[in-house]
């Protein structure tokens, strides 16, 4: 199995690179789970329902003033953009990932003796568009 090194990862929202500015973030994808069981069945039965995902965004602050997260995420509250993801890099043959998606919340926290940081989150809006990139 080959490893694949974090510092690689790309993260795009509403067109904005802000990967230079993360230093965390996750992929979830879920569904719901229908029970189906009836009688006569002496366990439970179960199938998948619709599919849902989020995604959580973290890293330092940065104060640049138009291309800094807060610069790009606060505007973006409560609007739906397009989130790309690309968990290995860019580069041809490697994958990616693309979902609209709302956001849903930016926060800063400002610990007494350590950097300003960041954290915002997305829920995924539709279907997930998985590719290779050329």
Known sequence: MARVHSKHTYVSLG????SQYLNDSDWTRSTDIRKLTTYGNDNEVYAGGLGDGSTDLSGIYDNTAVTGPRAVIEPLIGTNAVFVYRPEG?????????????????????????????????????????????
């Open 15 to 18: 067109g904005s690179d802000l």
């Open 90 to 134: 860019t580069g041809a043959g490697l994958p990616e990932r693309s979902v609209e998606v709302v956001v849903g919340e930016y926060a800063e926290t400002h610990p007494v003796a350590d950097n300003v940081m960041w954290t915002c989150k997305l829920q995924h809006s539709g279907d997930v568009t998985y590719s290779t990139q050329a």
